[in-house]
């Protein structure tokens, strides 16, 4: 076996123990579905910040956006079709509000819609916005994500202040938290795939072009606005998607800490990317796995300070470990990813 | 609408609110004159502005508690700050001085949650004020109020920034400040030690907002989770004032303020800072395409 | 080659090492109502924006466990049981609450839950206690859209939301000669904070408004991250509403008060909440003279119950076990009483089996240091009115019911200018 076919080899086993693990993750621990829910929304949320991010340059500070954008269409067409807003407000919390067959198509359908709102919104966002360069791009982003939440928090088609309410799980579905779990499972997967797929195409070497000169690759012939309207656009597809789920996890939706939660989960995404290694397909979902699960531990066991512990683990990460842990292991273990190091190729030969 | 006819009819009313605009766009304008400094000179965007407001505005607090005079608490926050800015600078901002931009944001951000907590934590989420003492001016019949304090935070807001501008241009320090933010090579080179510029333009921006903090408190509240309002509204003013100049980012302040108490009188306050953000993005995208334009005709 | 493949067996091995590391750590630890020990579980906020008021949750929770433990625990069907609690921080954040719901009913096998503190977080986790038929007992939670949900599981013992201030509506109208105008001839003006508590006080407000056919002039949304009031104080200046009606949490309430007196905006009647918990006759002592504030309980009422005697009785019980309150706030004496209803409960239930329970819950009809609680079957008290009192000379005087009035009501306030 030459040394590609053993890395590839060992590729396959670790594909295959993680896709093991994740589908047996919510049978061994039962009581966990909503943690796990939120581990591969954690993924979701690197993943998707890291194309416009660390692989293409641009960091964004309000793709949040688009995740609150998806939890509202997705609720919101869930309620419209069977209810109106009045009657929604009187029957909200039961368990019989929609059939199991109403819940599901409403719930496929808002996915769906949400999905295109995302599409939308990112295709008319970025043309505006992807125009400016570096921490003016950072600052408006931060901005709309901020502005987002106010917007919506003012609109009383959407509960305004007082939120937003998701229809109730009915039975005759089975278990609640089974079912979330393998959609966010679902979704992370995709998102994984979908990735790594457009990061072998022309697509993955031009946007990593625009991140390294963005005027040469346009020099080069490079149409750097469709390729960085394209990235935002697939984020945003999966962000939408994912805000979706996530209203319906969570039950209640506020606009700014819930959906449009720039200071929690908007800026964590960024977080788990870095941690993990930007510019990676492995670093964000190292990242948000490692993240996850730190701040359940720090939340268990440091109760009260948790917050501070977490602030201080940010700093940590981002003065001593910048290059992420992928960064990381490549800088020490190169061999481990598939690199070959020229002179140890010798020495195996020899 | 009946919010513009109100004005419309008794203009008046929006005498009122621009004096109120251009005093509370003054606080705004004395947080964010450090950030200046701080994105100038070291390339930093420092996320944890807010907090440093919050920190002395709890400082006051403290020392009104047991009874020292809270106007004492604007120099007494201003120290306290500078020294805390310091320590920061000397644990965790020189590290990340000379890199990318994007990286202070992030650590910044980690900075402004751990002093948030921690002030929590001492403190209580609880919201809390001083009472200056101050009382209001009247004119016009009592139609139009003017706060002392909010006049007191005016005039100082000014004078610190004149202090600024003085302190830049004829101090040797300031000079070497200058000398730094043009070109910090240059700088090392000429003998400055660039280590110790960072230092002093750090803690300068923690002071000067702890100071702010100390009129927050007389003015209105503070609470733990305050500071994000302050840093977004200093970006928002640096942004558009850019960072080479004191006059304009109090002038842009001051803008703001008016701004944001207009748009929230005619939109509606639900809308005041949607309209805030929708006009920086409008600014900068504006920005963008005039630049664009230039590009093209060099073409 | 040994190398690297001890380098990737590290890195897998840690990878697992984590994972089984957290599924260990958050194993629940013990069963509840094992032994002599009936555990109820409590997802309150210890940090985050609802701190200070979860902080008074938890106060009133554990004085009333440990009352009631100190008079012998609780009698259900022969057996005595002592009371406990397990509590989570669910950090001011809804999505935190549900998780954390779930959590201490699935792992940690709670099976009766405590309220957490506000409208919001029990929005997110009375879905959770509801679809795993949990009973709840809440006394933080006063939407009213928790109640119309037809929940069977969840209780409030406090007023709801849309009795907060309708007091005052009432007071005005009833005291509408004073201006030489009738009820529907007054105008109102609304400034409520953007969240669903105090929207939720604003549609109580709104429905009493348009009883009385009163004129709404002035419906401003507040944002949270509000500082300035002047936007607002200016309208109500230029349109001089009669009433001026204000929702913001402490920060509302100590801004409005400090602002209202700044700009000399005169109003017949200023009518607030939370004025306690922003300390407003402290910190702002003259100004603060005759706003009307509403509160769900007051020291000088008349209740009183076998645990804890009359409503002062609680209050200086409360004193002595946290030294640094001197007014007790609404918040601890409903969620002690929210524990004394559990306690009612199980006596009658004889039994700790949830149904059991929950339905002598339904049954409740009990006079509590708190006030009189039954539950409507939609969850909320209806036998508990709100009050209102008004701030004399530094002093909450309550003003409204009539039944409990220890003085009638200054109306309307004098103006800034004969003070």
Partial sequence: ?350 | MDNLQILLQAPIFSVQLLIDGLMIGAIFALAAYGMALVWGVMNIIDIAQGEYVMLGGFITFSLNRVGINPFLGIPVSFAALFVIGWILYRIVINRIVERDMFVSILATFGISILLQQLMSQIFGADIQTVESGLGTTFIFDNQITISQIKMVSFVLALAIGVVLVIFMRKSRLGRAIRATAQNARAARILGIDTDRVYAVTFSLNAAICGAAGALVVMTWVVQPYMGLAYTVRSFLIITVAGFGNIATVIVSGLGLGVAEIFAGFLLGTEFQMAFIFSLLVAILVWRSIRLRRKRQVLR | MSAIMSVRHTFIGALAGGVAAVTLAAMPVGAKAAGDTITLGAAVSFTGKYATNGTHTKNGYDLAIKRVNEMGGVNVGGKKYKLAIKYYDDESTPARGAQLAERLIKQDGVKFMLGPYSSGMTKAMAPIAEKYKIPMVEGNGASRSLFNKGYKYLFAVLSTSEQYLAEAINLAAQNAGKLGKKPDQLTVALAMQNDPFSQDIRAGVLSDIKRYKMKVVIDDKLPKELNDMTVTLTKVKALKPDLLIVSGHSKGAALAIRQVAAMKVDTAMLAMTHCEAAKVQDKFPKKSDYTLCATQWAETMSYKDKWFGTAKQYADRFRKAYPDYTVIPYQAAESSASVLVYVNAFKRAGSLDTKKVRDALAATNLQTFYGNVKFAPTGQNIAKPMALRQIINGKYVVVAPAKWAESPVVFPKPKWSQR
């Fill in chain 1, 1 to 350: 076996m030459s040394a590609r076919q053993k890395t590839d080899g060992r590729k396959l086993t670790l594909y295959a123990a993680i896709a093991g693990l994740s589908i047996a993750a919510p049978f061994i621990m039962p009581n966990f579905y909503i943690q796990l829910s939120y581990l591969w929304l954690m993924v979701l949320f690197a993943l998707t910040w890291d194309v416009v991010g660390g692989q293409m340059g641009y960091n964004s500070f309000g793709n949040i956006v688009f995740f609150g954008l998806g939890m509202y269409v997705t609720a919101v067409t869930q309620r419209d079709l069977y209810y109106t807003i009045n009657e929604y407000a009187t029957v909200a919390g039961r368990v019989d509000a929609l059939t199991p067959r109403q819940y599901l198509t409403g719930l496929s359908l808002g996915l769906g819609m949400s999905a295109v709102a995302g599409v939308l919104l990112a295709l008319i966002l970025g043309v505006l916005v992807l125009r400016l360069r570096g921490h003016y791009f950072a600052i408006s982003t931060l901005g709309i994500g901020f502005a987002a939440g106010d917007i919506a928090g003012g609109i009383d088609y959407i509960g305004a202040g007082s939120g937003l309410v998701t229809p109730v799980f009915p039975s005759g579905l089975g278990e609640r938290g089974l079912f979330y779990y393998f959609l966010f499972l679902i979704l992370a997967v995709a998102a994984f795939l979908t990735f790594k797929w457009i990061y072998s195409t022309r697509f993955g070497l031009a946007i990593n072009a625009i991140r390294d000169d963005e005027d040469k690759a346009e020099a080069m012939g490079i149409n750097t606005t469709r390729y960085k309207v394209l990235a935002w656009t697939v984020a945003a597809f999966f962000l939408a998607l994912a805000g979706g789920a996530t209203g319906n996890l969570i039950g209640f939706i506020d606009p700014v800490d819930t959906a449009f939660a720039g200071a929690t989960f908007g800026v964590w995404m960024i977080l788990m990317a870095i941690l993990g290694g930007k510019g990676t397909i492995w670093g964000p979902v190292i990242g948000a796995v490692i993240f996850q699960i730190t701040q359940e531990l720090f939340w268990t066991f440091l109760l009260g300070w948790q917050r501070v512990a977490l602030g201080a683990l940010i700093i940590a990460i981002v003065v001593f470990f910048p290059q992420g842990i992928m960064g990381f292991v490549r800088h020490n273990w190169p061999e481990l990813l598939g690199h070959r190091i020229e002179a140890r190729e010798e020495e195996e030969a020899a």
